[in-house]
């Protein structure tokens, strides 16, 4: 895909890896939208010229809150990156419900609603993409992080079976996996971090060659390591 001309709404993208690709979006012409809930964040997209709509993705109010944000227009590019992850490990302490149910809504329900929202719109379009930003964590499991983990395989799946629906007609799926990227998410994470733009970086090359998958960095490794020897990529990842 081509992006000048091309309306493209990023979720998240106000922040991490979902601003860059906002940016790089918009520098390759695009015209972007951007969702999230600071709203300091969410000004400063607008002074770059950027379409802001506020909306927390935790529950069915944020999906409505964008599509009023986007009042009747187009898009032909949706991209759903908003994700976030929250502690759930039994050998620490009782996992928080409230906090899985946010993080299921925002990673799992949010992005398949938004796709249900769209998709009469996108089929529209003479050329659309939605883009599901997923996980290296969706390949293989890390211990530490169950549920968040278990979203991005959930949606790695949807992604598999909406493209198949989807096969032949004017709308391409990609899932992009990104591996560690250094941002808000994973301050508390130590070890080799992927810059948010190099990641971003990726994806868009991903994109912009109408690939199935962008995996990003490391994820590549994992992805190939898996092909052969899935055993070892579950050994490998779940000390993640
Ligand atoms: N960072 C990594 O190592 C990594 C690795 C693999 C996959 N990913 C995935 O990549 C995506 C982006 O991650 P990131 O690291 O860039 O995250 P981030 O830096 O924390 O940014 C998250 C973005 O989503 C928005 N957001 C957060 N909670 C939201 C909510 N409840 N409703 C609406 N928007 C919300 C944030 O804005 P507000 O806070 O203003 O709402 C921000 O714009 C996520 O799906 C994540 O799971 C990240």
Redesign the pocket.
């Known amino acids: 895909m081509q992006f000048a001309g091309k309306v493209a709404l990023v979720?998240?993208?106000?922040?991490?890896?979902?601003?860059?690709i906002a940016l790089q979006l918009q520098a390759l012409g695009a015209d972007v939208l951007?969702?999230?809930?600071?709203?300091d964040?969410?000004a400063r997209a607008g002074h770059e010229g950027m379409t802001a709509i506020e909306?927390?993705?935790?529950g069915p109010a944020?999906v409505d809150a964008v599509m009023r944000g986007l009042a009747g227009r187009s898009i032909d590019v949706l991209i759903?990156?908003?994700?976030?992850?929250t502690d759930h490990d039994f050998r620490v302490a009782r996992p928080d419900v409230a906090g899985d149910e946010?993080t299921l809504?925002?990673?799992v329900h949010?992005p398949i609603r938004l796709i249900v929202e769209l998709m009469a719109m996108l089929q529209t379009r003479p050329e659309a993409m939605i883009v599901n930003?997923?996980?290296?964590?969706a390949i293989a499991p890390s211990a530490g992080n169950p549920v968040?983990c278990a979203?991005?395989a959930a949606l790695r799946s949807y992604t598999q079976s909406l493209r198949a629906q989807l096969k032949g007609s004017r709308i391409h799926v990609l899932e992009?996996?990104?591996?560690?990227?250094?941002?808000?998410?994973?301050t508390r994470?130590t070890g080799r971090?992927?810059s948010?733009q190099e990641?971003a970086r990726q994806i868009i090359a991903a994109m912009r060659n109408d690939a199935d998958e962008a995996n990003?960095g490391m994820v590549r490794i994992l992805k190939a390591v898996n092909q052969v020897a899935p055993w070892l990529a579950r050994r490998i990842m779940i000390g993640f």
């Open positions: 979720t998240g993208g106000t922040d991490g890896i979902g601003r860059q951007v969702t999230g809930r600071d709203k964040r969410l909306a927390d993705l935790t944020g759903n990156n908003a994700g976030m992850g946010r809504w925002l990673n949010a930003v997923t996980s290296g964590l968040y979203t991005k992009a996996l990104p591996p560690l990227v250094d941002t808000a998410m994973t994470r971090k992927l948010a990641c990003v």
